[in-house]
């Protein structure tokens, strides 16, 4: 599997959000680095990837302890996924900066190593959730099969951005070189709608990362 991440698959991603239902094309976790190389303060992060112009103002962030099944951290999102589609929140370095690359929002989000989960949600439920590590004897509140507990300095990433199986095993796997801001190349087959559509904007339309 090829980690590149192009323009072109976030174009292709994001002309393949305008074909899809309001619920295919919802907000889902796309990577997380939860455990850097030495300290944690400011490098780790967690994306997500939606439709542009999607308000994020009330969702919450939580980190699900894998012990006790408890919230143990909590976090209000604000902000707008800009126009690639990927929303960075950057750890806080404590000084209301971050050393995370394409940061949208600086929060604390250093969220514990596994066997845990993170949870998105709005007021309604749960939009997604990543568990990861092993849960043979912790309390898992992510999707499915629990994701891999990734190496310091490792983070785990949905392989392609536009499928939820609601199993994190399946949907996410681990990049040696987390990309935040970014979002995976892989063999993503496209449905023929989308292909026909890229043909026509693929001269007139591109996409690129607003800078920091």
């Known amino acids: 599997m090829s980690t590149d991440r192009t323009p072109f698959f976030v174009m292709a991603c994001l002309a393949g959000m305008l074909l899809l239902s309001p619920a295919q094309a919802s907000i889902l976790l796309s990577e997380v680095l939860y455990d850097s190389t030495g ?72 969220f514990q190593n596994g066997p845990d989960s993170i949870v998105l949600r709005d007021m309604s439920g749960v939009l997604d959730a990543l568990g990861y590590g092993d849960f043979s004897s912790a309390i898992f509140a992510g999707e499915g099969s629990a994701a891999a507990d990734a190496a310091a300095g490792s983070s785990l990433a949905r392989f392609n951005p536009l499928l939820d199986t609601d199993n994190n095993l399946a949907d996410f796997v681990t990049l040696s070189m987390p990309t935040p801001g970014a979002i995976p190349v892989g063999a993503v087959p496209l449905p023929p709608a989308l292909l026909l559509f890229l043909s026509g904007v693929i001269g007139l339309f591109s996409v690129s990362r607003k800078q920091g």
């Open 39 to 110: 300290s944690d303060k400011g490098k780790v992060f967690v994306e997500l990837f939606g439709a542009p112009g999607t308000v994020l103002d009330g969702l919450l962030l939580e980190g699900v302890n894998g012990t006790s099944g408890t919230v143990y951290r909590s976090i209000t999102l604000f902000g707008m996924i800009p126009v690639d589609g990927i929303f960075v929140i950057g750890d806080d370095r404590g000084d209301g900066t971050t050393l995370v690359a394409n940061t949208d929002l600086v929060a604390a989000v250093d």
